[in-house]
């Protein structure tokens, strides 16, 4: 599976947005990006994926770069409940079906 | 509607006990997964069901780790001779499919404590 690098942590302050990066230059073409979150004692929750293309639903937006070596979660106005892991993993459309969750970035957000 | 269920939700055991955690997927999933979580790191996949497939078996630490699936419904994950090092939160998720980029909807977790 193609690796991916985030930093381990980020502090973002109460309603302002909030751009979580991630590295993935060894993407290949049929691999999509896909980016969960976890808060404190629960599951992994689905946030947003896409391929090519910038996507937007309700929970956050996901800009990825031209050449795909890089994407940027957005949440557009960060709230106390956004405070989670957030993990970006390369998922690809061949082969196994499993998430390989790295270690994500622990995002702090500041009342 | 119904998200993914899973029990215990907490299981203290002792060393060297057999011991066998549940997962109730969303009705009409067809895939599964077994994910297991150590204090303070990320998940690790353990198992992989779709449909009436073979099982991916691929990350199962040890042969004392199994797992069974009935139909498209419950499955069910086995430790045996469990030992310390298998305490962690133990995750499972279903999908929709397992054949595409449809996202897993993960259950709350079983929280396995070897003493």
């Known amino acids: 599976d193609a690796k991916t690098t985030q930093p381990n942590s980020m502090e973002s302050n109460e309603e302002e947005p909030v751009h979580l990066p991630c590295n993935h230059s060894?993407?290949?073409?049929?691999?999509?990006i896909h980016w969960y979150r976890q808060l404190p004692s629960q599951g992994p929750e689905y946030v947003i994926h896409g391929l090519t293309s910038n996507v937007n639903n309700r929970m956050a937006s996901l800009a990825i770069a031209e050449d795909r070596k890089s994407s940027t979660l957005i949440l557009h106005r960060a709230t106390l409940r956004d405070a989670a892991v957030y993990y970006c993993?390369?998922?690809?459309?061949?082969?196994?079906?499993?998430?390989?969750f790295g270690q994500g970035t622990r995002l702090t957000i500041n009342p | 509607g119904a998200g993914v269920s899973q029990s215990p939700s907490n299981k203290v055991t002792e060393k060297g006990k057999d011991v066998e955690l549940r997962c109730d997927p969303i009705s009409g999933h067809t895939a599964l997964y077994w994910y297991r979580q150590r204090l303070g790191q990320g998940l690790e996949f353990l198992i992989y069901f779709q449909g009436n497939s073979a099982p991916d078996k691929s990350g199962l630490p040890s042969d004392r780790f199994s797992a069974e699936r009935t139909g498209e419904s419950v499955s069910t994950l086995t430790i045996q001779r469990t030992q310390q090092e298998d305490s962690a939160v133990y995750l499972c998720?279903?999908?929709?499919?397992?054949?595409?980029?449809?996202?897993?909807?993960f259950g709350p977790g079983t929280r396995l404590t070897v003493t």
């Open positions: 993993i390369l998922r690809s459309l061949q082969g196994a079906q499993k998430l390989v």
């Open positions: 060894t993407i290949s073409g049929t691999d999509y």
């Open positions: 998720a279903s999908s929709v499919n397992g054949q595409g980029p449809y996202e897993q909807y």
